[in-house]
């Protein structure tokens, strides 16, 4: 097989055999869409949606000094996360920019399981790996351990609960639990992408099968779908959830991202790019650079990542994402746009599609927020 050749997840054959279209993201053969993009948008924000997530990189950090080492290697405070619990965090370059952006699990008291974008995960294994040099601790590649099922939505604790005796009343968001689910070991995560209540379930590749099909039998009868990449992309863009590549690079800080708090200067300790950020912080505080807004189209046109905000005939901003929002009803995007334009409600600001200057409203982010 060659290296150019699409990784499979395990749940390949089971995507092909339910329709789906199918599309390289990441060097992975993943589901777009199984039918409309918009109906199972619609299902994930009304019912619950089932999402194939094993292109996602997983990395377990063990032995002695592995808090101390992801203290250093990472921008947050791992050392504080209790067992059980996970955060949402960064790693970066010396310099400040971000290499990815992370969710860690503590699972025991030395054992850590890092979870990268499936884009990043190369990139953050061998910085994960360069870092531990000098520490008590093991980096692992368990990419190929795990198959990663996402049930989200309304409906998804009702579903979840149908197969399991875990205690899902008492697992809070970002956190995790060892678990059986219908009778496959899973590590159950109150964790997800869509803006919705829902879980990520870790398992073994081999298990990953029947594990979908029980989910997809307890869920039929309050209206649960299968859900691809393309609806996930709409899900997180209605949340203002930022996704590497578009909302996040090496170019930016957390600081430039709007995302400063993930940095915790209070840690003991050094961190890879902690002058830097500092030096960010600073920065940000006294001539905030670029902002990330969120711009609603007053009319039909749709933005796309890359094209120019303006205001006056000057380019203030980029767009970082931009699709048509099912929940609003009209194209919605994520843009930085300059300071001075940044404020909900800023009049004259539109977007450059193909030479015609769109209207588009400012608005805070995220456009979307569930009702508890």
């Known amino acids: 097989m060659s290296s150019n050749a699409p990784r499979h997840t395990a749940l390949d054959a089971l995507h092909r055999s339910l329709g789906a279209t199918m599309t390289d993201f990441a060097g992975w053969d993943m589901p777009l869409r199984y039918a409309s993009e918009r109906d199972e948008h619609l299902a994930v924000r009304t019912k619950a949606g089932l999402f194939d997530l094993s292109h996602m990189g997983e990395i377990t950090v063990t032995g002695p000094q592995a808090a101390a080492l992801l203290n250093y290697a990472l921008v947050g405070n791992i050392a504080s996360v209790g067992v059980g619990r996970a955060r949402y965090t960064m790693i970066c370059r010396a310099d400040g920019g971000i290499l990815d952006d992370l969710i860690v699990y503590r699972l025991q008291e030395h054992e850590y399981m890092v979870v990268a974008n499936a884009s990043n995960a190369q990139v953050v294994l061998d910085a994960l790996t360069e870092r531990a040099e000098g520490f008590d601790a093991l980096v692992r590649d368990d990419r190929d351990a795990y198959a990663l099922i996402a049930v989200?939505?309304?409906?998804?604790?009702?579903?979840?609960?149908?197969l399991t005796d875990a205690d899902l009343d008492g697992l809070k968001y970002y956190a995790g639990l060892p678990g059986t689910v219908a009778g496959v070991p899973a590590l159950i995560a109150r964790t997800g992408y869509t803006g919705e209540d829902g879980f990520e379930l870790f398992v073994a590749p081999a298990d990953a099968e029947k594990l979908w099909q029980a989910l997809t039998d307890a869920g039929a009868p309050v209206g649960l779908v299968p859900c691809g990449l393309s609806c996930r992309d709409t899900l997180r863009l209605e949340a203002g959830m930022p996704l590497y590549g578009h909302e996040l690079s090496t170019s930016l800080t957390p600081?430039?991202?709007?995302?400063?708090?993930?940095?915790?200067?209070?840690?003991?300790?050094?961190?890879?790019?902690r002058t830097a950020l500092e030096a960010a912080?600073?920065?940000?505080?006294?001539?905030?650079?670029?902002?990330?807004v969120g711009l609603i189209a007053e009319g039909r046109r749709v933005p796309r990542a890359g094209y120019q905000v303006v205001a006056g005939g000057t380019v203030i901003g980029e767009v970082t994402s931009g699709a048509p929002s099912p929940t609003l009803g009209k194209p919605i995007a994520m843009a930085y746009v300059d300071a001075a334009h940044c404020a909900p409600g800023t009049a004259g600001v539109g977007v450059d599609i193909r030479g015609s200057h769109e209207p588009y409203e400012v608005v805070a982010l995220p456009f979307y927020k569930r009702q508890k």
């Open 281 to 292: 912080s600073e920065r940000a505080a006294s001539q905030p650079p670029r902002v990330l």
């Open 255 to 273: 600081f430039d991202a709007g995302l400063g708090r993930v940095v915790k200067f209070e840690k003991d300790g050094d961190f890879v790019g």
């Open 152 to 162: 989200q939505g309304p409906e998804s604790p009702g579903i979840l609960k149908s």
